[in-house]
């Protein structure tokens, strides 16, 4: 297993999703409903990422941990309409009385720091801060391995005549009460066309994972010999490791695996993509759910 693998997108219907994800990455959405995630690679307990083409074809993330394991090894907003808001960590001086009054009056955001979102724009929000994502937002997210949601607010929603149940006490209990407002990192230039020699840029650097931007208009080495992950989000290209040669556009995310070796990226014109890992010091459990 030396080449890029690219993985069936997992489409998950939400009640605040909508059809973003098939307007601007190409998402081929099954039916009508709001579509609010896409799953890219995942080895969650309800969805483990399928290989969609070549001779792995069909065998989930968690049989290539299993077969392959030697080789193996924030959020970034893609666009944003102008009211958007992005709620991130708490007010200064917001404690737990004030929360649980705010939730009595239904006035959380109240208590909650919020910005208005531009592309580029990355968060990295550690465990137990309170967040929320406004509706015209999209977003690329690099997180563990997760599906659990302590809903503390629903916005006094109402679908199909019913509130969606929330988890008060739990979220309560898991708050980081002393994480004070959480201000983006800005990428520059994020909404000009990619050009120029390559440029690579470090947003996030954590003891789980590594965050970078890559962007530019000439062809360049993104490193070779340790599993990454790559997502497109800006412009398109062929990616060129272990012998392969793929095409790249936005909305794809692919598995380059260590023993891949030396991994190129030749722009058409410009690209941007996202690049994660696990830290220098970092290998992978018995099936790559956690770091150790």
Known sequence: ???PLNFEAFLRPMVWGGRRLAELLG???PSDEPYGESWEISDHATHSSRVDRGPLAGQTLRDLMRQHRQSLLGAVVLAAEPASRIFAGLKPGVDEPGLREALRRGSVADCLHSFTPRPGDCLFLKAGTVHAVGG?????????TSDATFRLFDWNRVAQGRSRPLHVDQALACIN????PIEPIRVPAFEEPPSGPAERRCLVECDYFTLDYLHGGEPVTCGGGRLQLLTVVRGEGRLVAGGAAEELAPGQTWLLPAAAGEVWLEPRGGLGVLLS???DGHRLSAFGNQPE
Request: glycine share 14%; charged share 20%.
């Open 1 to 3: 297993m030396d080449g």
């Open 277 to 279: 890992t696990l830290p």
């Open 136 to 144: 015209g937002v999209l977003m690329a997210e690099v997180q563990q």
């Open 177 to 180: 009460w002393h994480q004070g």
């Open 27 to 29: 998402k081929r959405l």
